[in-house]
T-cell receptor, first 114, second 111 residues
Framework: SQTIHQWPATLVQPVGSPLSLECTVE??????LYWYRQAAGRGLQLLFY??????ISSEVPQNLSASRPQDRQFILSSKKLLLSDSGFYLC?????????????FGPGTRLTVL | DAKTTQPTSMDCAEGRAANLPCNHS???????VYWYRQIHSQGPQYIIH???NNETNEMASLIITEDRKSSTLILPHATLRDTAVYYC????????????FGTGTSLTVIP
């Protein structure tokens, strides 16, 4: 079964600073990868998903971007953070793209923008 | 993608069955119903999913109505560790299986 790693676990950044969050997956190949964000007290919002290397689909226009430089690596970035970027960022992995394929989530990164 | 509706919160006595309802009246024929739960400050944990038939695994049972417009997640013997937010989700596939989470049901298991 796959294992999802995310780092850092927690991060405090000033407004206007850059951001790079990393997600790596073990135990699977050619997975679909996803970035979600969860604001305090809210549900999960899908930000980006990727079905292969270099293939990124954005769900919500904003100042974040995602990249997939390797099959099992997914990176979330920003050039200048906003206060509203604070939240709990989750990476998810799915083997296959059918409705019956389950997504598994990593432990998350808690980002606080001050 | 199916919009799901769940009660905001529920309580359940420890050792009793917890029955969590979900309405997904707009679900399409090929969309599965998934259930996840999230304990505070952790990533969501997969519980179970189904299409038409009832499903059971080591964690829970999923009962889906014949018209597929609603479902119920059953935790047969709730423990304090089952206190969490439970999400009912309908899947959507274009080129990737996107999940759209609502705010879920906050289940509190009471000693």
């Amino acid at each position: 079964s796959q294992t999802i790693h995310q780092w850092p676990a927690t991060l405090v950044q000033p407004v206007g600073s850059p951001l790079s969050l990393e997600c790596t997956v073990e135990g699977t190949s050619n997975p679909n990868l996803y970035w979600y964000r969860q604001a305090a007290g809210r549900g999960l919002q899908l930000l980006f998903y990727s079905v292969g290397i270099g293939q990124i689909s954005s769900e919500v226009p904003q100042n974040l971007s995602a990249s997939r430089p390797q099959d099992r690596q997914f990176i979330l970035s920003s050039k200048k953070l906003l206060l509203s970027d604070s939240g709990f960022y989750l990476c998810a992995c799915q083997q296959g793209a059918s409705h019956s394929d389950t997504q598994y989530f990593g432990p998350g990164t808690r980002l606080t923008v001050l | 993608d199916a919009k799901t509706t769940q009660p905001t919160s529920m309580d359940c006595a420890e050792g009793r069955a917890a029955n969590l309802p979900c309405n997904h009246s707009t679900i399409s024929g090929n969309e599965y119903v998934y259930w996840y739960r999230q304990i505070h400050s952790q990533g969501p944990q997969y519980i179970i999913h189904g299409l038409k038939n009832n499903e059971t695994n080591e964690m829970a049972s999923l009962i889906i109505t014949e018209d597929r417009k609603s479902s119920t997640l059953i935790l047969p013997h709730a423990t304090l560790r089952d206190t969490a937010v439970y999400y009912c989700i309908g899947s959507r596939t274009n080129t990737g299986n996107q999940f759209y989470f609502g705010t879920g049901t906050s289940l509190t298991v009471i000693p």
